[in-house]
């Protein structure tokens, strides 16, 4: 990366240490909430959660190399910040599929279960690579036109991720309405909150679409663009909004609904002794 110039400002230590002590504190939350809950399918969210903290420990140690950058501080914080909410997103994708199956309501989703978590990891994967294989080719660049090359290839994992991201809100919002319109004999019993939690899901997918959205504007701008000259965006439309996802998660966790478990009550009807099922959510247990 000869004459490629890593920061067109002096990165904040101050900015850089704060993050990598929320993501710290973020991923001490989620895995004892993991264990605790048994929610081993939230592990995805952890290792974003570990990505995140990883990168902007990264970004610390290149803003204390200032003005003297060193090539694998900057690859580093820039490939595990670009990454961490692909590990995010994963994590949303399975939580939807398992809360549709949950809510017996498989025939009001626009895909159906057995292929929605594969469908969205899928295009989770191909963003993954694309922005992950993009970063690669930028810290081993050599010329502009394998500067620009990399960079492109960045543009289209972003791309991958918006696209996707985008049809999952859609799906999110058709299942969400149609469940409204006609609910599940499910959906009317269980007592564990999930609508709220699909909420939590319309919030959490926004902000991590409003960064990708922005991650597309920087890379799309290039290196003199003005996102990448102000430092402020990064930690503004990136950092901050995947902070209140970690946080989010952490008060709202999916454990509260999905890991949901049978009770039983008695008819209040007199006369009537027998038995009816109602579905109870608990956060520390596993069916």
Known sequence: ????????????????????VLFTV????????????????????????????GG?????????????????????????????????????????GRLIRLLEADRYSLIRTRWLTKFFLLGDILSF??????????????????QSLGNNVILLGLAIQV??????????????????????????AISAPWHRFIWVLYGTSLFIMIRSVFRMAEYAQGNDGSLLQTEIYIYVLDALLMVFVAIIFAIYHPSEVLNAVVVYHQNSFPGENDAYPMVKGNGFHQT
Do not use: D
């Open 1 to 20: 990366m000869a004459g490629y110039l890593y920061y067109h400002y002096n990165p904040s230590v101050a900015g850089a240490v704060i993050f990598a």
């Open 56 to 96: 902007y420990v990264a970004r610390l140690l290149s803003a204390k190399q200032t003005p003297n950058w060193t090539l694998m501080p900057y690859i580093l914080q820039s490939i595990m910040t670009l990454l961490g909410p692909t590990f995010f997103a994963a994590s949303i994708y399975m939580v939807l």
């Open 129 to 146: 690579f694309g922005q992950g294989g993009g970063g690669g080719m930028l810290a081993t660049a050599k010329t502009p036109s394998s």
């Open 163 to 188: 696209l996707f991201f985008g049809f999952f809100m859609v799906v999110t919002l058709v299942f969400h309405v149609r469940l409204m319109r006609r609910p599940t004999q499910k959906s009317m």
């Open 26 to 53: 973020a991923s001490g939350r989620h895995l004892q909430q993991i264990i605790q809950s048994r929610s081993w399918f939230f592990i995805p969210f952890l290792i974003g959660c570990l990505v995140e903290a």
